[in-house]
């Protein structure tokens, strides 16, 4: 390592092919989580299952530490407020399934090195908090806003430069009604965890989660597009990085499965007993409703419609699916794929793009459903009394 | 994948030098997690920083669900007990710092393939629950009892052989008072979360994870040595195959930093600025009291003594420690390690077993201090306005 700020900083890549997930790569994943998968089945997910990524540190912002907002730029009343200030505003609640834009990146050929998800980056939870749209109303933007940039307390260094986390919305998104975008100071009913931005953060209900940004602390109108990192250079889809590249917003449609039966601890392959599965998951769409839920126990050769929980009133949330499926002895690929009242859906095969965002790519399941001398119990530690069965472990 | 049990289980294997991490040990490593090491600054750890390790699934246990806790085998009244009947018991709280028996493993050369931690696989609670020995005391164990054997509601396949999750404590641990062994219902004064064993666990304070079983539905005393997996085949220091191995029991030394100044979000890399830079983290052992802790800025050739923070009246929980670093311009390893008072220390090079158990290399963190010139504030986006510095991004 050089002595250089630049150089604690590699350029991005791409992995070679048949490249294993190195060192940096696990460095995140180790810190960073998904939700596990069998936890699709809680509506709302506990705040220590629901999926996070930090950039950099989490803040330490022990309990009672005062915390500033300002609110400034193109505005005629700039503001500063404490959280008791901001408490003041209306505060409504919304239940928002929230996905990380890089969900799926492991998955794709060639691999972006960056956060190696597989499919697991999402959770759903209850946000409290003030509209944006009050306080703006209350800072009163100028007409010429463009704008709205939102400061985190994170802090680190991307490509060489050092920088706060920072991202901005369309001054007629910050503004608007729909979305309804919230500054928020609760989750679940609790305060935010350290993790999830304590103890303010911004949420954008349909939006992939890099629009949400955390430990906010200042709020900037400015009257030009704003370009900074995670806005010009990273969350763009482009096949090239000489590309300027479309920006990253909405969540595309995805809907996953509870792995059903149980697993083998290291290759996380499922076993289920003949006869009938019920299969059940979640799907969401931050673009418009989900419509239509298939899942397919022939690695997506075949489809049958799963039937979809009602409408439970909360538009930015997922929305249950359930189906029965027949399981007989041999290996099983399930698949299930969303479609938004857009039209759009999943793909079988992902396109690719170079920085690994807005994959959709359809789940698919292994599943063993072993022949019948194998999955009668003979094999199982333990059986029906909890230790008869120790010397047949190994 | 053949149709038999056994195909979903590939055999325990070691990684080729330089094989990077693959898809099996990344699809556990974004399921689970560590402790964000910036967050070694809370004294207990939040549920969702707090380390997580799950073999299988997590069950799925609704609020309200019946559970049931039988206690049998070799005993003179077997038990079979609600929750309600449970909290009838009188009731402790104890601070207990956890660490994943793999914390380490994927530092080994060559590396064992599960779970790949790297440092972080560690936490610090308060758990609220029941002595054990007074369950067991009320059961009336008989004097033959060797092993007290405790089953989880979490199902699974490890080498092909289907089993619950199940450990074993010598029954002088189980009935003993040093350490306290809980059957805990409460984490940080809340119902545990789903991936911390709701709505009961075992907490075997100063043990390594694997003995804290989670979802815990049975306990059974038996008048043998219990040989099922996760006793005799998983959870033993060996270094072949063939070795019956030395159990996995009692957490070895560590101290940890909280990595200083920020980092670059990829390599992980921290920047410091010139001058005194705090140094601070936790250090434990399962076996006795930290008596000290050392710091080195030169990747281990000298150290200096940390302060300790004074005794809280937490024997199983980790202790802080803090050191001032004068930060020079240049690039730097920094190192801490931790000596009990049985003199257990902190390897500079990790001894191996085929398990990757019960590592405790001592941590190092490379840092950079950039040269004046780098680190006075012109690469950064924002400087002390927030948005003045857009068009320096890239």
Redesign the interface.
Known sequence: ??????????PARLAAPD????R???????????L????L??EVS?????Y?L?????P?VPPDTPWTL?V??RVRRPLRLDLTDLRAFPQITTRVTLECAGNGR?LLSPRP??Q???V??VGTAEWTGVPLRLLLAEAAVEADAVDV?F?GAD??????????Y?RALPVDVATGTDPEVLLAVGMNGAPL????GHPLRLIVPGWYGMAHVKWLR?I?V?DTP????QQ??AYRLRQDPQDAGEAVTRIAPRALMV?PG????????R?VRPGPVVLEGRAWSGRAPVTRVEVSADGGATWRDADQEPDTGHPWAWRGWRHTWTAA???HVLAVRATDAGGATQPMEQPWNRGGFANNLVQRV?V????PE??D?R????GDG??EA?????
Request: hydrophobic share 30%; proline share 11%; net charge negative.
């Open positions: 390592m050089g002595h250089r700020l630049a150089d604690v900083s590699a490249e294993g997930i190195g940096d790569e696990l460095a995140l994943a180790t810190r960073n989580h998904g596990p998968l069998e936890t089945r809680h506990p705040p220590g299952l629901h996070v930090t950039h950099y540190d989490i330490y300002t400034g730029g492991a090195v960056s190696p998800w597989l697991e980056a940039v400061t802090h680190g260094v991307e490509r060489g430069v050092e920088q706060d920072r965890p350290p993790q999830h200042d900037t400015v704003f370009t900074g990192f010009s250079v792995p149980f697993p083998d601890f290291m290759s996380r392959t076993v002895p041999g290996a292994p063993l459903c072993p022949e194998e999955g119990g094999d199982r530690e333990g909890p230790v120790e010397s047949r472990d190994h």
